[in-house]
């Protein structure tokens, strides 16, 4: 097996991107320096030829007083990329920093103004830094996947960075108020693939909730969040592929499900989640040797990692007649007191 604690680090250049800090007038601006850093994570996972680390295990760095090279190696990366956000209004700006982790040295730091129409060029400037510092090779495909602009709104960006705000804390109320947020982005951009598969996703989870209020609309929740699914899928994200994979399992249709989390990991390779959704799939059909690798491989991409995580590894052990090891994974769990969903 792949031992992973120590967090050697990967063959490819590997690099964390830490929350970049607000530093606009207005607190309640968070969420759109929250956006820009993950999204930076979102469009640097898209890329084969770099190893990054996962929000979730950035995310526990934020509000933190941080040293670079103590980042580095909790997470088992090189390079650390930090930075600020400041908007006032319609314009913004973003400040970043490459860090080399292992000497120390700033490979570049930069400035970034513009409007808030052009948050997408700015971002893509930050990436493009990135790939040049690190000598990074694209392929074509991958060129042309960055380059593409999610939305030619910004408003349309903003209502959708609020609306993942809501729809992170997971609660019932935030789930409508994230529905009402990717509602008013898709209102104003009736092309925005990315506002569909979230409120895909929404729906999907009040359609799979145990609210009470929600129950009600169950068959009304899983009929729109099919809907906006094949919308947001006219125009491919991994997010839209991913959730089609889950939706799938769920259905015991589990050839078409992998296929869909299959793509979902071309577009998106370094998205821990969609690997455990794979391993999920894989243990479901006999293949547990191959869900233990995607498991670890999860696990490895988001070293601070859900205890969900380490029930799909043991459950592959398991299914391996690997019941010692499989134990032990299941007495962190508990160890951990988590209150893990079932399968799907």
């Known amino acids: 097996t792949v031992e992973y604690a120590s967090l050697s680090l990967p063959n490819k250049p590997s690099i ?6 607000n530093l606009g007038s207005d607190p309640e601006q968070a969420y759109f320096a929250d956006g820009i850093s993950e999204d930076l994570i979102t469009d640097l996972s898209k890329l ?47 400040n970043a920093q490459l860090i080399d982790a292992i000497s120390g040295h700033h490979l570049w730091a ?12 700015l971002q893509d400037k930050v ?25 030619k709104d910004p408003r349309a960006y903003d209502a959708l960075l609020q609306g ?19 509602e008013k982005a898709v209102a104003l951009d009736p092309d925005y693939s990315r506002a569909y598969a979230s409120l895909a996703a929404a729906h999907w989870r009040i359609a799979v909730a145990s609210w009470s ?29 991913a959730l089609s994979a889950e939706v799938l399992a769920r259905q015991g249709r589990s050839t078409e499900a992998l296929a869909e989390i299959k793509r979902a990991l071309d577009l998106g390779p370094n ?3 969609h690997h455990i959704s794979k391993a999920k799939i894989l243990n479901v059909i006999g293949r547990a040797a191959e869900a233990e690798q995607e498991a670890r491989w999860a696990m490895r991409l988001d070293p601070q990692y859900p205890p969900e995580y380490l029930r799909v590894l043991a459950l592959s052990l398991f299914n391996q007649q690997r019941y010692g090891e499989a134990i032990e994974g299941l007495e962190s769990v508990v160890r951990l007191q988590s209150d893990v969903a079932e399968d799907f």
Not at 68 to 87: D, H, N, P, T
Not at 110 to 121: E, H, I, K, N, T
Request: aromatic content about 8%; charged content about 25%.
């Open 16 to 21: 964390a991107v830490l929350p970049f800090d």
């Open 48 to 94: 084969s030829g770099v190893f990054v680390v996962a929000r979730n295990s950035s995310w526990t760095y934020k509000g933190k007083p941080t040293k670079v090279q103590k980042v580095a190696a909790e997470l088992g990366v090189r390079y650390v990329l930090e930075g600020s956000v400041r908007r006032q209004v319609d314009q913004v700006r973003i």
């Open 110 to 121: 930069d400035r970034y103004d513009g409007p808030l129409s052009d948050v997408f060029a």
């Open 127 to 151: 990436i493009g830094q990135i790939v040049a510092a690190l000598a990074v090779e694209l392929t074509g495909e991958e060129r042309a996947r960055v380059a593409q602009a999610e939305t």
């Open 164 to 182: 993942w705000e809501h729809l992170r804390k997971a609660t019932e109320q935030d789930t409508k108020d994230a529905i009402a947020l990717f």
């Open 213 to 241: 209020s929600a129950n009600i609309g169950m068959q009304r929740a899983f009929e729109s969040m099919i809907a906006n699914l094949a919308k947001a899928k006219e125009r491919p994200n991994s997010h839209a592929f």
């Open 271 to 273: 998205n821990p989640d």
